[in-house]
């Protein structure tokens, strides 16, 4: 039988001191303190353990044991001491979600909103705590490190993952259950949820190509990133499938930021004024390569074609809206909880083959290609 979830939830005490739940019942004890387990456990008929297994989702308790100290439970209002509990099973009750850019890139870049959505919707049912932590310098990079070491959480998802990261190899080294969004490289050793991201991008490029363009250029992202390396990998695959050769002058870096978009574009236009379609490796990007054409002169899609990366926010709300490859990012974030919370459960296994999901992409038309 599998474990049943703690007992917990939220109160209201009124100002007539009763207790009352979230539907308005009023509950027994108002005005003589926090029920005990001792309380419960009388109420119920049974033992202290006995009411302690029950909280705690022990499957050894019989289905009539558990109704009675449920109810018991319902009828004081009890509700379970999170820290003593965490306590005992040498357990933070939370995770730690570490983004290790600065808060620029947190607050202009809907990836990373649709991310924390994601991981806050899929954490609403548990009874862990969200930490959210931003890495700007190596100083606060050894300060969690060392926090981390301590095992002052219970598992960690961590964003935005650049190739000469040391906290994943950190997080192995300590055993700390850990998820990655992304990966490293192709041969990762941490769990990771990931996108699609070689096939989607190839399927940006694929839509330019078939829309008659003959010069596709691309800006990527920071190539320290197997994100950005695996979108470069599919753009060339499609232009080599279309008997093509892959030109260094169509491909400029950026990093993912609206002015990394901007230099790129200006660097391409230099170098091929000629070209007919971008593909974008991201839609911050896109964005700021859209700003530049315009500035040119270019007009989208008439003169230059143009397709980004996330089906984000910003590719409807552009002019004209953009077409882009969708990832599910907010589905990320939740498949990387579930994902942690096995982890943490003891439920997968160390010396197996550790959990990788890449989720699939689909490319979204639209005016501006």
Wanted: aromatic share 4%; hydrophobic share 40%.
């Amino acid at each position: 039988m599998a474990p049943r979830p703690p007992i917990g939830g939220l109160e209201l005490r009124g100002t007539d001191g009763w207790r009352r739940d979230m539907a308005g019942t009023r509950r027994h004890g108002a005005g003589r303190g926090r029920p005990t387990l001792e309380e419960v456990a009388a109420r119920a008929g049974v033992g202290r353990g006995t009411v302690s297994r029950v909280i705690n989702g022990s499957p050894r308790v019989s289905d009539r044991t558990r109704t009675a100290v449920e109810q018991a439970v319902a009828e004081l209002g009890y509700v379970p001491n999170r820290v003593a509990r965490a306590l005992a099973a040498n357990r933070a009750d939370a995770v730690a979600l570490v983004i290790p850019e600065p808060e620029t890139r947190l607050f202009a870049e809907p990836y990373f909103s649709d991310i924390i959505r994601g991981v806050g919707a899929e954490l609403a049912d548990t009874d862990l705590q969200l930490l959210l932590t931003l890495i700007r310098t190596p100083k606060e990079r050894q300060r969690l490190a060392d926090y981390l070491s301590a095992h002052r959480v219970d598992g960690v998802l961590l964003v935005s993952v650049h190739a000469d990261d040391p906290l994943p190899d950190l997080l192995e080294r300590i055993e700390m259950p850990a998820v990655l969004s992304g990966r490293r490289s192709a041969h990762e050793s941490v769990p990771y949820v990931d996108s699609d991201n070689t096939g989607g991008a190839q399927s940006a490029v694929e839509h330019l190509i078939g829309r008659g363009r003959s010069t596709v250029a691309t800006i990527t992202g920071p190539l320290d990133m197997y994100v950005a390396q695996c979108r470069l990998e599919g753009y060339g695959a499609a232009v080599r499938a279309a008997g093509r050769e892959v030109e260094p002058e169509l491909v400029a870096s950026a990093d993912f930021t609206e002015e990394g978009g901007r230099r790129a574009m200006r660097q391409l236009l230099d170098q091929r004024p000629e070209l007919d379609g971008v593909f974008a490796a991201s839609d911050v990007m896109a964005a700021g390569a859209r700003q530049v054409l315009r500035e040119s002169g270019r007009r989208v899609p008439d003169d230059v074609a143009l397709v980004g990366f996330e089906d984000s926010a910003v590719a409807r709300h552009m002019d004209p809206p953009l077409t882009s490859v969708r990832q599910a990012t907010e589905e990320m974030g939740r498949a990387m909880v579930r994902v942690l919370l096995e982890e943490i459960g003891g439920l997968t296994d160390r010396t197996s083959k550790r959990p990788q999901m890449v989720l699939p992409t689909q490319l979204v038309r639209r005016e501006s290609s």
